[in-house]
């Protein structure tokens, strides 16, 4: 097996095994915690996502490429890019400890934000980048799943009680130290012990060429995140644990988005080559509303059912809020299609244009809506900035023609809307899993009758696009 399959696939199934048990320990989390508490939660990590991203993502970029090119350097690029990460690291502590100061909550919050913060000093020994530049992507591979399992066991053992806020966020720095430190032995038989390293002139090429990426990736976690923070300020910490809460469900529809990405990226990008992109869109199209709409269709329907099997009936409340969270999710995978094109025609710049648009939507309307209708807000927000992304995206591309083969998505919506009904009905004669059965069968019937879906195609998926 060549490098580039092995290295596929190795990300690909780590990728999916550690989103789904993080997602399952997020769900146990949830579960646990009380509304208030989980809100709590998910602001004290939203803080910090606003300097991993800034701290991390360039060096990433950068020292991966520059690793995979110049393998011989391997060890000058971690000295120096650690103690580059040291020094940023302390900035944004500090900048992080002023913000947290000026925040109008209980000083036991604060002090649960600070604890939280401590995240991004640990981020600072993150070198998956080293041993994906140098195709070790098993080592990346068991780190991330090494964490997914060790965060899933801590909540199960440790995080006991609704008020268990302290011990949760003592998980989430636990299971990130377990994956850093197994990259660190690692390191350590291959290469020895990190030392910290100061070359003046490597360093502001390093920074030259990592600080854009860096940049883009505050935007993108303004973009993502901004609203969890209005929320919690105007409607405190039980609006954003609910908000959060459906949030995270939705976003498991979101996984397949990953795994479609790595199947049909070459095939985009070849085509664009040989003039082929509206028939390999067409198909890619095809594929992810597909498996987009019947995940959506299947939870709006079952939403009530689904929450509380879930996360239990403590959250029923933010069944509206789902639902309208289920119509972002459409909108995301809009973005997303929109995202892969861009890329695939080599205008990866219009997606950062596209952020910084969708920023300023989300903060407007956050601003607008969140004082008013509170999580409420927040979602019909989500919808609207994932959907002006979209629109700033094929804006950006300058080529309507890419807007033609969305007409595709159709076919999969009706299939969706009438294994809906059907199942509807089969609910009124029987009961709700034997109506979710009756779904999953005649969307997979109809699916398969229209060639939505194919043996060939599931074979596609499993390979990741080899």
Known sequence: MGNLVKNTILVGVSEIASKGIIALAMILLVRTLSPDYYGLYSLAI??????????????????????????????????????????????????????ILLLDKPTEAKYVFLTAGLFIFILVFHIDWLFRGIERMEITSIGSILQGVTLLALIFLLVKQPHHIWRAIFVYLASWSVYILFELIVYF?????????????????????SLPISFSSLIIALYANINVVILNLYRGDYDTG????????????LLPNSILQIAFFPELS????????????????????????????????????????????????????????????FFSYLSASAVIISYAMDKQKNFLFATIGGVGVSVCLNLLLVPLYGA?????????????????????????????????????????????????????????????????????????YLKLISKELIFKLIRFGK
């Open 46 to 99: 939203t803080l910090t996502y606003f300097f991993v991203g800034f701290l991390h993502s360039g060096f990433y970029t950068i020292g991966m490429r520059e690793v995979a090119k110049f393998p011989e350097l391997a060890t000058k690029y971690v000295n120096n890019i650690t103690t580059l990460k040291i020094l940023i690291s302390i900035l944004s502590y500090v900048i992080l400890f002023f913000i």
């Open 189 to 209: 038989f291959i290469k020895g012990r990190i030392r910290f390293e100061f070359d003046k002139q490597f360093n502001k090429t390093l920074l030259k060429s």
């Open 242 to 253: 609910i908000y959060s809460a459906m949030i995270r469900l939705m976003n498991i529809l």
């Open 270 to 329: 070849r085509s664009v080559l040989n003039g082929s992109l509206i028939n390999s869109q067409k198909k890619y199209l095809i594929v992810l509303f597909t498996i987009g709409f019947f995940a959506i269709f299947m939870m709006f329907g079952y939403s009530t059912d689904i929450i509380k099997f879930v996360f239990g009936a403590k959250y029923l409340v933010g069944d509206l809020i789902f639902k309208v969270s289920l119509i972002a999710c």
């Open 376 to 448: 409420m807000g927040a979602v019909v927000t989500l919808a609207i900035t994932e959907f002006s992304v979209f629109l700033l995206l094929v804006i950006l591309n300058k080529d309507l023609t890419i807007l033609a083969p969305y007409k595709e998505i159709f076919k999969p919506s009706l299939v969706a809307v009438f294994a809906l009904i059907f199942s509807k009905f089969i609910e009124t004669l029987a009961n709700t899993l034997l109506a979710i059965i009756g779904y999953v069968v005649i969307f997979l019937i109809l699916a398969f």
